[in-house]
T-cell receptor
């Protein structure tokens, strides 16, 4: 149980376009989901906390107008990278919180974004 | 701000040997610690966790040790296998929220 999926797994887009990444909790409801970004050979950095039915909380330095987060249901959170540029190329990973199952936070497989 | 860090960025061990991966944390308010394994191109995979009221926890071939006095966390892998080759991250959670703060990571390479 507590499986999290992401779609797409890989995406290549042109500079200036927008890309939407989906994060789904498949067998549980998640009131809280998290979005992380990971550059090559670096650690996961928290971008934002997504709460169902309310605005996301962004970490310092993360532009909320560039990284739009929507958590409209208990099983789906989306991250939209608007006007993507090559420096946005990264591995985006989401996680979902299920407090009744250890370790309470479950990670998706990640989405590799490449902006040309 | 406060962060979680690792002493060794890379670790190479021979198959069958024991591995020890270390992590230093600086947030004394952290109450929960997790070790993750990440293979190339994949999301983090849970290995083992420990709460701040414990100093040792064992799993299958893995042991996590927590020393709150010096804010140090370690992961011990017994009889390391080639399939253990990956990047290992420690992560901490403060008691003020649910988000995780990840350390820099250690790349473990198991040679035959």
């Amino acid at each position: 149980g507590a499986v999290v999926s992401q779609h797409p797994s890989r995406v290549i887009c042109k500079s200036g376009t927008s890309v939407k990444i989906e994060c789904r909790s498949l067998d549980f409801q998640a009131t809280t989901m998290f979005w992380y970004r990971q550059f090559p050979k670096q650690s996961l950095m928290l971008m934002a906390t997504s709460n169902e039915g309310s605005k996301a909380t962004y970490e310092q330095g993360v532009e909320k107008d560039k990284f739009l987060i929507n958590h409209a249901s208990l099983t789906l959170s989306t991250l939209t990278v608007t006007s993507a540029h090559p420096e946005d190329s990264s591995f985006y990973i989401c996680s979902a919180r299920e407090p009744t199952v250890k370790p309470e936070q479950f990670f998706g497989p990640g989405t590799r974004l490449t902006v040309l | 701000g406060e962060s979680v860090g690792l002493h060794l960025p890379t670790l190479s061990v021979q198959e069958g040997d024991n591995s020890i991966i270390n992590c230093a944390y600086s947030n004394s308010a952290s109450d929960y610690f997790i070790w993750y394994k990440q293979e190339s191109g994949k999301g983090p995979q849970f290995i083992i966790d420990i709460r701040s009221n414990m100093d040792k926890r064992q799993g299958q071939r893995v042991t996590v040790l927590l020393n709150k006095t010096v804010k140090h966390l370690s992961l011990q892998i017994a009889a390391t296998q080639p399939g253990d080759s990956a990047v290992y991250f420690c992560a901490e959670r403060t008691n003020s929220g649910y988000a995780l703060n990840f350390g820099k990571g250690t790349s473990l390479l198991v040679t035959p």
